[in-house]
C-alpha cells in the first residue's frame, strides 16, 4: 500500500498530465492505480486500501506448524498433504507445499547452528 506521501505524488502526476498512463509512467505505479487514487479524490474518500485476504491453509496452520517442529523441519509436502486431506482440506498438494515451505524457511531461520572457526592465539594453547 502506499504511504500518504506517494498518495500525494500520485495525484500531483495526474493533476500535472491529466493521464492516468502518463501518471503512472512518471511514478512507477498501474494506470488502475494512479485511477482509483484520483476517482477517490473525486469522490472525497480517503486512498483505497488493500484488503487483506485469508489462506485455504490458515484454519490448518497450527496443525501445521506442530508438525514442522515435531519433524525438526525434515516433514515432506506430500505427507502433510495427506494429513491434511484427512482432516477436510479441500485445497491443492501446491497450495500445500507453498504453506510448508514458508513454515520449515521460519523455523530453519529460528533454529539455525552457529558454527565458529577454531582461530587459535599464537603461544595460548602451548602449555
Known amino acids: 500500500m502506499?504511504?500518504?506521501g506517494e498518495f500525494m505524488e500520485i495525484l500531483a502526476?495526474?493533476?500535472l498530465?491529466?493521464?492516468y498512463r502518463d501518471a503512472a509512467k512518471i511514478c512507477g505505479v498501474s494506470h488502475n492505480?494512479?485511477?482509483s487514487y484520483v476517482k477517490a479524490r473525486q469522490e472525497g474518500a480517503q486512498a483505497p486500501v488493500a484488503r487483506q485476504r485469508g489462506r485455504m491453509t490458515d484454519p490448518f496452520l497450527p496443525?501445521?506448524?506442530s508438525w514442522v517442529e515435531q519433524s525438526r523441519g525434515k516433514i515432506r509436502g506430500d505427507v502433510v498433504h495427506e494429513k491434511l486431506i484427512a482432516l477436510g482440506f479441500t485445497g491443492c498438494e501446491r497450495t500445500t507445499r507453498t504453506?510448508?515451505?514458508e513454515l520449515k524457511a521460519k523455523y530453519?531461520?529460528?533454529n539455525v547452528r552457529v558454527h565458529r572457526p577454531w582461530t587459535p592465539e599464537p603461544g595460548l594453547w602451548l602449555l
Do not use: E
Open 63 to 65: 496443525q501445521m506448524i
Open 108 to 110: 530453519r531461520a529460528r
Open 2 to 4: 502506499k504511504s500518504p
Open 17 to 19: 498530465t491529466r493521464s
Open 13 to 15: 502526476a495526474y493533476d
Open 99 to 101: 504453506t510448508l515451505a
Open 33 to 35: 492505480t494512479v485511477r
